[in-house]
C-alpha cells in the first residue's frame, strides 16, 4: 500500500501517479489522471460560478469526489443536504449561493479544459469547509461544519487502526456519502489512503453477494441492512465490514460472523464529534480511536479529539459507563419532550419497552398534530408476533400499556400504537421521528382501481384538502409531504402484490411536482419479484409528480 496522503495534498498525490487506478465505475477503471480532469472540470465551473456556497447532492461516488475537490480547489464552501426534496431545496436557498447535482438549474462541469496538467492547490486545511447535517432522531436536521483538518484527524485515525489489515481492498458500500460515515468510509478515507472504491451504492442482498465474491472487498454497511442479511445466499468472505449509524443487535452480529466468518467492525460516533471507539464483538467494550480521548462525567460520555472544533471536553448525550479496557454504552440521555407542561424522557420509555418479551425494536415519540400524543412505533419479536396474532391486537397493546403503568408519568403512556415488521429508514440508515410520523397519519384517500394485475396495477384518487395528510405541511400552502406518497405506494404495493418480504430502502426518488389539495392522481405501481424492486409513479393532467423505487429484501429460496 502506498503512504497515506494528506486531504490537503490529495491533487498533489494524483499528479504524482497518473496512471494509478483509484476507482471503479460502472465504465471501468478510473485512473489518477482521468480523476484529475473530472476534479479540473468542476473546478472551473465552481471558480467561474459567483458566491461562495454549494449545495452538492450526487449520486455516483466517483462524480461527487471530483466535485467536492474541485469546489474546495475553487475555494468553495460545500453543504452536503441529505436529499433533494423540495422542503430541503426551499430550506437551502437563502443558506448557498447554487446547486450542484440532483436539483433543478444545477451547475454542470465545463466541457472545454486548457491542455496543461492540472495541479490543483494545497488546501488550506482550516478554512476548507464542508456542512453536514444531523441525521438523528428528530426532524429537524442541524448544520455541522467541519474544516479540512478535522476530517483529515479521521481519516488518520481510520488507517492508524485498520489500514494494515485493509490492504489494497476494493471498498463498495450501503450507505450514502452525503452523511460524515459514507462521506469518510466510502470516498474521502479511500482517496487518501490509496484504496479503490466503486461509484455505486450497493442496493440489495444479491448485489453485495455478487460484489464480494469479485476480489477482496471491504464492505461499508449500516444496521439496517445487516439486521436483514439472508443466509440463502452463497456468501464470501469481505477483507473486513464496517457498521455505524445504530446500535447493531447482537443476533445480527451472530450473522455477519457465521456468513463472512469474521466480526463485523461497529464505529461508533456522530456529525458533531466524529468517529469516537470502535469494537468487534456487539458485547465487547467500545475502545476510542487514536487521538480520541474519554471520561465519563455524571454518567454522560465526554469526548476530546482533533475531530471536534473545540479542544476541550464535548458532552454527549450518551450514557455509558466506564471498564477495565474501554467503554459500554446504556443509551441515550436526551430526546426529552414536555406534554401538558411536564418534560418526558422518550428515550425512558424506550428502554423499559425494550426489557418486554414481546419488543424486539421500538421508538417512541410524541405526535404535535391537533392535540399532543405520545406513540410508539414497534418491530415484534417472535413470542409478540405469535400473542399478536392468537389474542389480538388490542391485548398486545394493553399488556404493553400495563407495563409502563407505575414506571411512568401517566400521561407519557403511548396511546397510539403501530407495529411493522422493520422500522423505516432513510438514505441514511436512519429512522428519524418524522418518519415514523407518516404511520400514524391513517387516513387514506378513496381508491379507485383501474387494474390490479400480478406484477403492474394502476388506480386513481383525489387528494382531498380533509386528508391528514394536509395538516402543518404546510399551513398557509398545503401539500402532500413526499415521504406519505412513499408510504401509500408501499402499502398499495403490498396489498395488491402481497409483497410479505422485508423493507430494505428507497431508492432513486425524484419528487417533481407538489401534490396541492384537490389534485387528482393515476399510480401506476410495477412490482418486479426477482429483484425485489416496486417501482412506483404518481401522474396528473400536470405531469409526474413522483416516482421512484422500492427495494425489499429477496424471497426465501426453499430448501
Known sequence: MPERITLSELIAGFSRNPESVIAHAASGPVSAADFLRQIQAWQQTFAAAGGDRFALHLDDSIVFAAALLGAWNAGKTVILPADTLLATV???????????????????????????????????????????????????????????????????????????????????STVSHQHIYGLLFRVLWPLSAGRRFTASRLGYPEQIAAALASEPT????????????????????????????????AEAAGVVRRLWQQPVVEVFGSTETGGIASRADSGAAWQVLPGVE???????????????????????QDRARETGNGFELLGRADRLVKLEERRISLSAIERKLQAEPSIE?????????????????????????????????KALVDRLRNS??????????????????????????????????????????????????????????????????????????????????????IRWGRDVFAIERTFL????????????????????????????????RFESVHGAHALGRILFAAADVPA
Open 90 to 172: 426551499d430550506s437551502l436557498r437563502s443558506q448557498v449561493d447554487g446547486f450542484v447535482g440532483g436539483f433543478a438549474d444545477a451547475l454542470q462541469p465545463a466541457t472545454e479544459l486548457p491542455t496543461n496538467d492540472f495541479e490543483g492547490t494545497q488546501l488550506d486545511p482550516d478554512t476548507t469547509r464542508l456542512v453536514l447535517y444531523t441525521s438523528g432522531s428528530s426532524g429537524d436536521p442541524v448544520a455541522i461544519t467541519k474544516n479540512l483538518r478535522q476530517l483529515d484527524s479521521e481519516v488518520a485515525a481510520l488507517e492508524s487502526r485498520f489500514g494494515e489489515r485493509l490492504g489494497d481492498a476494493l471498498v463498495h
Open 218 to 249: 471491504i464492505l461499508i454497511a449500516s444496521p439496517a441492512l445487516l439486521k436483514r442479511i439472508p443466509e440463502s445466499l452463497d456468501w464470501s468472505p469481505a477483507r473486513a465490514v464496517f457498521c455505524s449509524g445504530g446500535p447493531l443487535p
Open 505 to 536: 430502502r428507497m431508492d432513486a426518488m425524484k419528487f417533481q411536482r407538489v401534490v396541492t389539495p384537490g389534485t387528482e392522481l393515476d399510480v401506476s405501481l410495477n412490482w418486479h419479484a426477482e429483484k425485489g424492486a416496486l417501482n412506483f
Open 294 to 316: 474519554f471520561r465519563i462525567e455524571q454518567g454522560l460520555l465526554q469526548v476530546r479529539s482533533p475531530h471536534l472544533a473545540q479542544s476541550d471536553w464535548y458532552e454527549t
Open 404 to 489: 409502563l403503568r407505575g414506571q411512568v408519568d401517566a400521561i407519557a403512556i403511548p396511546r397510539l400504537w403501530r407495529f411493522v415488521p422493520a422500522m423505516p429508514v432513510n438514505a441514511q440508515g436512519k429512522t428519524p421521528e418524522s418518519l415514523l410520523a407518516t404511520l400514524f397519519q391513517s387516513t387514506e384517500p378513496g381508491l379507485r382501481w383501474l387494474e390490479r394485475g400480478s406484477d403492474a396495477a394502476r388506480l386513481a384518487f383525489t387528494a382531498d384538502e380533509d386528508l391528514a395528510v394536509f395538516d402543518g405541511h404546510f399551513p398557509l400552502s398545503p401539500i402532500v409531504p413526499g415521504v406519505a406518497l412513499v408510504d401509500w405506494a
Open 361 to 393: 425494536q421500538v421508538h417512541v415519540l410524541m405526535l404535535p398534530r391537533g392535540r399532543a400524543r405520545m406513540a410508539a412505533v414497534a418491530v415484534l419479536t417472535d413470542a409478540g408476533r405469535e400473542l399478536h396474532d392468537s389474542e389480538g391486537r
